[in-house]
Structure formats: structure tokens, C-alpha cells
């Protein structure tokens, strides 16, 4: 069966860092599009991140770059967040999820096709 867990989140304080992992099970992820998102509460599921299969380009969204770095572990079969500078707002649960089509990142969440379960972050002094 088809899975991704995502792991890592936790509570921080402001500054701090986390490393968010997205481990998929039943299929690999190496050729395939990897996204990470997160929800605040009252707020809607937005895009922070995103690698590519087909060249590993990456992408971030303007709130997140220069602290959150994406990167793709072929062994063992996981795509990490790593988080620096944290700050109040970067609290959300984020979840991470893959399309399968065409190898490339795209903004359209519908365009994905597993998502993981979510992770809590908290960013709090």
C-alpha cells in the first residue's frame, strides 16, 4: 500500500530549528515530485516547498526562502525539510505529498496524489 508518514515536527522556540522528514512506503520516490505544505489554523493549505523528480530543481515560497532548505534522500526513501530561523508564523501542521504525472513541482494541489497524515509545528517562546 501506497504511503507517506511525515515526522519531525515539534515544539520550538523562535529561531529555532527542525528537520521535517516525508518517508514514503510502496513506491519510491526518486523520479517523482515531492511538495511540502502547511495550515495554519483558520487559514488555507498553502504550498512552502517543492522538489522535482525529473532534475531535482527546488522551489520555495518567498516567506520560507533562505530558512527552510528541501533536499531528497534516495536511501532510505525520503525527502527532508529542514527548517532554520523559525518563527511564530511558521506554525502550522505541514504535510508533505507526491505527484506521480509528470516529475515536476506544480502549485495545484490537486495535481497530487498522496499526502501524508500531517505534522504539528509550533513555534512559541
Given at each position: 500500500q501506497e504511503q507517506l508518514v511525515?515526522?519531525?515536527g515539534g515544539l520550538v522556540q523562535p529561531g529555532g530549528s527542525l528537520r521535517l522528514s516525508c518517508a514514503a512506503s510502496g513506491f519510491?520516490?526518486?523520479t517523482y515530485a515531492i511538495g511540502w505544505f502547511r495550515q495554519a489554523p483558520g487559514k488555507?493549505?498553502?504550498m512552502v516547498s517543492c522538489i522535482n523528480g525529473?532534475?531535482?530543481r527546488t522551489y520555495y515560497a518567498d516567506s520560507?526562502?533562505?530558512r527552510f532548505t528541501i533536499s531528497r534522500d534516495n536511501t532510505p526513501n525520503t525527502v527532508h525539510l529542514q527548517m532554520s530561523s523559525l518563527k511564530?508564523?511558521?506554525t502550522a501542521v505541514y504535510y508533505c505529498a507526491t505527484e506521480l504525472d509528470f516529475g515536476r513541482c506544480t502549485y495545484t494541489q490537486s495535481d497530487y496524489d498522496y499526502w501524508g497524515q500531517g505534522t504539528?509545528?509550533?513555534v512559541s517562546s
Amino acid at each position: 500500500q501506497e504511503q507517506l508518514v511525515e515526522s519531525g515536527g515539534g515544539l520550538v522556540q523562535p529561531g529555532g530549528s527542525l528537520r521535517l522528514s516525508c518517508a514514503a512506503s510502496g513506491f519510491t520516490l526518486d523520479t517523482y515530485a515531492i511538495g511540502w505544505f502547511r495550515q495554519a489554523p483558520g487559514k488555507e493549505r498553502d504550498m512552502v516547498s517543492c522538489i522535482n523528480g525529473v532534475d531535482d530543481r527546488t522551489y520555495y515560497a518567498d516567506s520560507v526562502k533562505g530558512r527552510f532548505t528541501i533536499s531528497r534522500d534516495n536511501t532510505p526513501n525520503t525527502v527532508h525539510l529542514q527548517m532554520s530561523s523559525l518563527k511564530p508564523e511558521d506554525t502550522a501542521v505541514y504535510y508533505c505529498a507526491t505527484e506521480l504525472d509528470f516529475g515536476r513541482c506544480t502549485y495545484t494541489q490537486s495535481d497530487y496524489d498522496y499526502w501524508g497524515q500531517g505534522t504539528q509545528v509550533t513555534v512559541s517562546s
